[in-house]
């Protein structure tokens, strides 16, 4: 008799979905929330699964932050409709302010001294 057994790492999505202004890129995006866990299968069947945790990421500029694993399963049971505001920007830095050409209003966070989209020296 075989028996195939394996230990791997899952990674599920939760049904919560939160639209805000990133505060690490300032472009709109969607907070979603991941739970990570260790499971055991057999014949690739999940049996048992331990050491969960919980992520928020972010779909504008692709950060993650881990976030309180009783707030995590409260959001897996759906009690929760929004996160509060502090959660993303307590670990994502400000993004730096870039340059602005003032001809054509191209943004950037690089240090060029001519704009890369119109050519115009950055004042």
Excluded at 16 to 27: E, N, S
Excluded at 75 to 88: A, C, N, T, V
């Amino acid at each position: 008799m075989f028996f195939i057994m394996g230990i791997s790492q899952g990674k599920k999505k939760l049904g919560f979905d939160q639209t805000v202004v990133c505060p690490h890129c300032g472009k709109y995006g969607h907070l979603e929330v991941y739970m990570l866990y260790s499971c055991l299968s057999l014949f690739f069947i999940p049996i048992l699964k331990w050491g969960r945790s919980y992520i928020v990421h972010t779909t504008c500029c692709g950060q993650t932050v881990p976030i309180d694993p009783e707030l995590g399963r409260k959001i897996e049971k759906g009690q929760f409709s929004s996160l509060p505001e502090d959660i993303i920007p307590a670990a994502c830095q400000p993004f730096p302010a870039g340059k602005r050409c003032s001809h054509c209003g191209f943004e950037t966070g690089e240090d060029f001294r001519f704009c890369p989209k119109c050519g115009k020296e950055f004042l």
